[in-house]
């Protein structure tokens, strides 16, 4: 049983960029949650999705925006993308009702 | 809104040594509590739950007991190990979404 799987594992990027990040929940999982994660800080809440619908948005400007597709899977697009978009972001899967996230590798972006 | 509270590390403890790292928080309802683990270059890894007050959770000797009167939910392990060397964060979750803290970095020496 293949858990999260998130795509690419490192990216590096300029300033004005814009970005797609790629993640697939661990099967059986019908809900995808994206998380920011800067260097030497906890992981942040940026949205959730469900139904190919954002369902709860953390506090994150209209520039990070997302997608489910009927597969369950996600991505992530951040647009003109600023040096403090530079992060782990990380991808997690959960079955509802269930509250139990399962969390992929990550994806490393860089923004130079 | 909700929010965790964890002791600042880094933490550095020698091998069987006892482990103690704290962790508060402040949320409304009833909220289930975690602690993740992070490797170095890993994602997180659940390490163990509570969904209920008095709850614990266990996983690889370590332990966590879900106090609701103190609004804490501190981990232990009664013999630390080099390969337990990692980030520890304590989570909780309400509104549909994890709320962690900032993570605290366990260095084990031999």
């Known amino acids: 049983d293949a858990g999260v799987t998130q795509s690419p594992t490192h990216l590096i990027k300029t300033r004005g960029q814009q970005v797609t990040l790629r993640c697939s929940p661990k099967?059986?999982?019908?809900?995808v949650s994206w998380y920011q994660q800067a260097l030497g800080q906890g992981p942040q809440f940026i949205f959730q999705?469900?139904?190919?619908?954002?369902?709860q948005r953390g506090n994150f400007p209209d520039r990070f925006s997302g997608h489910q597709f009927p597969n369950y899977s996600s991505e992530l697009n951040v647009n003109a993308l600023l040096l403090g978009d530079s992060a782990l972001y990380l991808c997690?899967?959960?079955?509802?009702?269930?509250?139990?996230?399962?969390f992929g590798p990550g994806t490393r972006l860089t923004v130079l | 809104g909700n929010s965790v509270t964890q002791m600042e590390g880094p933490v550095t403890l020698s091998e069987e040594a006892f482990l103690t790292i704290n962790c508060t928080y402040t949320?409304?309802?009833?909220?289930?509590l975690f602690w993740y683990v992070q490797y170095p270059g890993e994602g997180l890894q659940l390490l163990l739950k509570?969904?209920?007050?008095?709850d614990k959770g266990s996983n690889k000797g370590f332990e966590a007991t879900y106090r609701k009167e103190t609004t804490s939910f501190h981990l232990e392990k009664g013999s630390v190990q080099v390969s337990d060397s990692a980030v520890y964060f304590c989570?909780?979750?309400?509104?549909?979404?994890?709320?962690f803290g900032t993570g605290t970095r366990l260095t084990i020496i031999p």
């Open positions: 997690a899967s959960l079955q509802n009702p269930y509250n139990e996230q399962f």
């Open positions: 099967s059986g999982h019908d809900t």
């Open positions: 999705y469900y139904e190919e619908e954002e369902r």
């Open positions: 949320a409304t309802g009833y909220p289930s």
């Open positions: 509570a969904t209920k007050a008095d």
């Open positions: 989570a909780l979750f309400g509104n549909e979404k994890l709320t």
